[in-house]
């Protein structure tokens, strides 16, 4: 009934991965995509899928926040991990200018390599971008050689960026923040992004939607997430479970 398309399942954080599974099935959660951060997150997100067959499936990338472990040893294993039938998109890559925790131009420089990578084995881009909307635009305009597929996740965007997305057929994804009551910022976006492009995560084990703020997330809590777009879009739950597990069948094909 849902697709949980951003979890960090390969964390430490997890030690209790069968039951946080258990929960997840409980909760209607389908299917979970395992984002990846590094060479060895990759790694551990295609090993998940062998151990959770038809139920987990893995993005393959380095974050912009590990960008320079971005060498050609890393990128080329990454590439391979990718031929994985498993792996379902590139990711997580984008710039990230708000924790700026590597230069801007090497950020860039992997963001670059990763769209084409993307574009290159038909795979969807998970795209990170926090406080880098211009350069995000820039090169995102600079590398689609036209089949450029991918989502915004954990999306901090505005107006303009959720324009881009939708000129440029991307899908914009919406994580614990938009249950969080100072974050009218983020609802009002909820309001603008189409039904079609919408996806739903949690970015777990970060960002854990109310009721559960402050405490680890996972997979399970995505109805309170999806609960929340459904109020902020007058459309009841069962559309935005329905439209969202489509957008993700489309976008991911699993
Ligand atoms: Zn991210
Ligand atoms: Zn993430």
Same mark, same amino acid.
């Given at each position: 009934?849902?697709i949980?398309?951003?979890a960090? *399942?390969?964390?430490?954080?997890?030690? $209790? &991965? /069968?039951?946080?599974?258990?929960r997840?099935? !409980?909760?209607k959660?389908d @299917?979970?995509?395992?984002a990846?951060?590094?060479l060895e997150?990759?790694?551990?997100?295609?090993e998940?899928?062998k151990?959770?067959p038809?139920?987990?499936?893995?993005?393959?990338?380095?974050?912009?926040h590990?960008?320079?472990t971005?060498?050609?040893?890393?990128?080329v294993?990454?590439?391979?991990?990718?031929?994985?039938?498993d792996?379902v998109?590139?990711?997580?890559t984008?710039?990230?200018?708000y924790?700026?925790?590597?230069?801007?131009?090497?950020?860039q420089?992997a963001?670059?390599?990763? *769209?084409?990578l993307?574009?290159?084995? $038909? &795979? /969807?881009?998970?795209?990170?971008?926090?406080? !880098?909307?211009?350069?995000? @635009?820039?090169?995102?305009h600079e590398?689609?050689?036209?089949?450029l597929?991918?989502?915004?996740?954990?999306?901090?965007?505005?107006?303009k960026l959720?324009?881009?997305?939708?000129?440029?057929?991307?899908?914009?994804?919406?994580?614990?923040m938009?249950t969080?009551?100072?974050?009218d910022n983020?609802?009002?976006?909820?309001?603008?992004?189409?039904?079609?492009?919408?996806?739903l995560?949690?970015?777990?084990p970060?960002?854990?939607?109310?009721p559960?703020?402050?405490?680890r997330?996972?997979p399970?809590?995505?109805?309170?997430?999806?609960?929340?777009?459904?109020?902020?879009?007058?459309?009841?739950?069962?559309?935005?479970?329905r439209?969202?597990?489509?957008?993700?069948?489309?976008?991911?094909?699993?």
């Amino acid at each position: 009934m849902y697709i949980e398309t951003h979890a960090h *399942l390969t964390m430490p954080e997890f030690s $209790d &991965l /069968p039951l946080v599974v258990e929960r997840a099935k !409980a909760a209607k959660i389908d @299917i979970i995509i395992n984002a990846s951060f590094d060479l060895e997150s990759s790694r551990q997100a295609v090993e998940l899928t062998k151990r959770f067959p038809r139920y987990m499936y893995a993005a393959v990338g380095i974050h912009p926040h590990d960008a320079q472990t971005m060498t050609d040893e890393s990128f080329v294993e990454i590439k391979q991990l990718a031929s994985n039938k498993d792996v379902v998109a590139i990711g997580e890559t984008g710039l990230d200018y708000y924790r700026n925790l590597q230069p801007k131009e090497i950020q860039q420089a992997a963001f670059r390599k990763f *769209l084409v990578l993307a574009q290159e084995l $038909d &795979l /969807p881009a998970i795209i990170h971008a926090r406080d !880098a909307q211009e350069d995000t @635009i820039r090169i995102i305009h600079e590398e689609n050689k036209g089949n450029l597929r991918g989502v915004f996740h954990c999306f901090s965007g505005d107006d303009k960026l959720i324009q881009f997305a939708t000129e440029q057929a991307l899908y914009i994804s919406f994580a614990g923040m938009v249950t969080f009551m100072k974050a009218d910022n983020v609802r009002e976006n909820v309001k603008n992004v189409p039904l079609s492009r919408l996806l739903l995560e949690t970015d777990c084990p970060y960002l854990s939607p109310e009721p559960f703020r402050g405490k680890r997330n996972e997979p399970a809590y995505i109805p309170y997430i999806a609960k929340r777009i459904a109020e902020t879009k007058g459309v009841s739950l069962n559309e935005i479970a329905r439209v969202t597990t489509n957008n993700a069948k489309e976008l991911f094909k699993v």
